[in-house]
């Protein structure tokens, strides 16, 4: 199946009408795709490990196919509403994200990952430690604080971005982010006492 | 540094898809074919399609180069399926039971009950192409009886892909863990373990899980050890299997 019939098969009616794909829509996903699929790849594969982020990625980009014509591109970036469909399938392998969250700590804490594992980890126990301690209770989040905390802290997207990701306004999430940060720490400093 | 910078500055490395894999990729988004939503044994309603409904698949090792720093998690989640992936994808198999050369045990899983049939299966040492077919039969037929759609599907036909309401998520997970355990798991493991390839240092590994008190040094059955060894330590089973991997 060509993408031309792949978005036409994604309209509701088997005809595509989208703002994009209404001029050319195998140019649309390409453009989509060409400009998003690293960011979309990272994303998914940061969280979920390089193993299941290739067909996750790939289950992404179809169902924003599918939904092109839903997209309005006036309400918000592009970038963000691939992360919110991205996130929509991680949550389908929610098992596989816990497993990978907790060998992550498990990595900080026996110090064993740096090279390969993180980006950049200070070299100080304490913090590798500490590294150890967020990705544990990060793991026990609800998906909706996970989506958002990683979102902010592992993409680096603006408060807009996540905003259009989740479908909340903005000042929600500089909210929510508040309440997570000092959820982390109430949990780390309970952790550390016991 | 507070815990959400700590959080920023360590966050996972990932490396970034070269040009061959993005067109793989783009081939696999257009053709549907790499995933399982085209396929027709898994009927799709608009309510199963991923975004509102589950889907549950089995990685595989194909990644292996670039799985490094996952490879932990890989053991953890998927090393059955890996192994059998890496095994069946290997065209130079070490000549040992369970190769392909073995004669097939004609098996059918509407004459054996699915829970006998591993055990049947598992009874010579030898786990064949045909065995492992069975084997996987028997766990579709044991998801579908628990009420959910599901297939072996993906390149290497080993990722379980199956689907179900978001509501039934929980429910389905437990389906799929039982169903695997009874009819797939160690017949997929004794499988990897006849199957992989020449180069492959297995006897480095099995040092190694003995060295790390992984398995015992008296246990020579493959099937119990391996998942023993990764029930213990994923860790320490993943470093012992890297070991072992060649370069």
Redo the contacts between chains.
Sequence with gaps: ???NE?LAACGQDGSVESLHSAHDPDAE??RL?ERF??DV??FV??RL???????V???T???A??RLSSFDPHQGSERGWLYG?AM??IR??W??EQ??LR??A???R?G??TD???????DGID?NS??AR??DV?AELSADDRDL?LL???E?CSYHDIAVAMDIPVGTVRSR?NR??TT??AH?EVLSHE | MNDIDLLTAARPHVDNLDRADKQRLYTAITSHTTTGFADPRVEQSTELIPIAGHDRRRATFRHFAIARAAALVVVGIVGVAGLVALARNTPAAIDQPGSPSAAPTVLSTTTVPTAALQDQILADGVVTDTELTAAQNATVACIEAGGFNAYYGGPDGHQLVSSAPEAKTDQLNAVVDTCEASNWSRASIRYAYGHLPSDFHLETIWACMRDEGLVAASDTDPTTAFQQAVSINESAADACIKLGKPN
């Design positions: 199946m060509g993408s792949l996903l390409r795709y699929v690293d790849y990272r594969a940061r490990g390089p193993e299941l982020a290739f067909d990625t790939a289950d980009f179809r169902i196919c599918e469909i929509n399938v389908n392998h098992r596989a497993r990978r060998a992550l498990r990595f900080a026996d064993t990952g390969e594992t993180f980006d950049r980890v200070d913090a500490r590294l967020v990705l990060v905390l902010y802290a592992w680096r982010l997570i940060r982390i720490t780390i």
